[in-house]
């Protein structure tokens, strides 16, 4: 790729047009930060020696009781079930848990990135708004007795009512 820098560039540019936001633009670091209903905070990035494209989004803290947590996290994780292809991270530094996503610039046009932004948005408000607060709401008891429900019917994973990606 000739220059990453100025391909990240259009691909943000794009997006900024699509979404209204005039003067989208990448910093010094060739970050680009976006904000959603002003709650929810997407870094996209550019790694221009490996052409490699990131987002990084926070979606929570790791809560008390892990086991069902870990549980529950794993099966979503299944073949990105959950994720809309990203990826759920730990930061080791503070404990956070951050959604991630990697794209191979050779593999994606400005429209393919927008595509890859909004399932990427889309799964972290799902994760943000309703998966972590179902497995943080379960108590012991609770994770004990729907340990049946968490793997579901014939092993086949999640929690009811989750919402399914790209499948």
Avoid at 23 to 38: I, K, S
Avoid at 48 to 70: R, V
Wanted: charged share 25%.
């Amino acid at each position: 790729m000739e220059n990453c820098l100025d391909t990240f560039r259009t691909y943000i540019q794009v997006i900024g047009e699509k979404l209204k936001i005039v003067g989208l633009d990448v910093d010094e670091n060739n970050d680009c930060y976006l904000a959603f209903d002003g709650k929810f905070f997407v870094k996209c990035s550019l790694n221009a020696e490996k052409e490699q494209l990131s987002l990084l989004a926070y979606i929570g803290t790791l809560p008390e009781d892990k086991g069902c947590f870990y549980r529950g996290l794993l099966e979503s994780c299944h073949f990105w079930n959950d994720t809309a292809g990203a990826n759920v991270s730990l930061d080791p530094a503070d404990g956070t848990l951050l959604l991630v996503q990697y794209c191979d610039m050779n593999m994606v046009d400005s429209d393919a990135f927008y595509n890859i932004l909004e399932k990427f948005v889309n799964a972290m408000e799902h994760w943000a708004t309703k998966r972590i607060e179902e497995w943080m709401a379960l108590t012991d008891d609770e994770a004990e007795t729907s340990s049946s429900t968490i793997a579901g019917p014939s092993g086949s994973g999640g929690v009811p009512g989750m919402m399914m990606f790209g499948a």
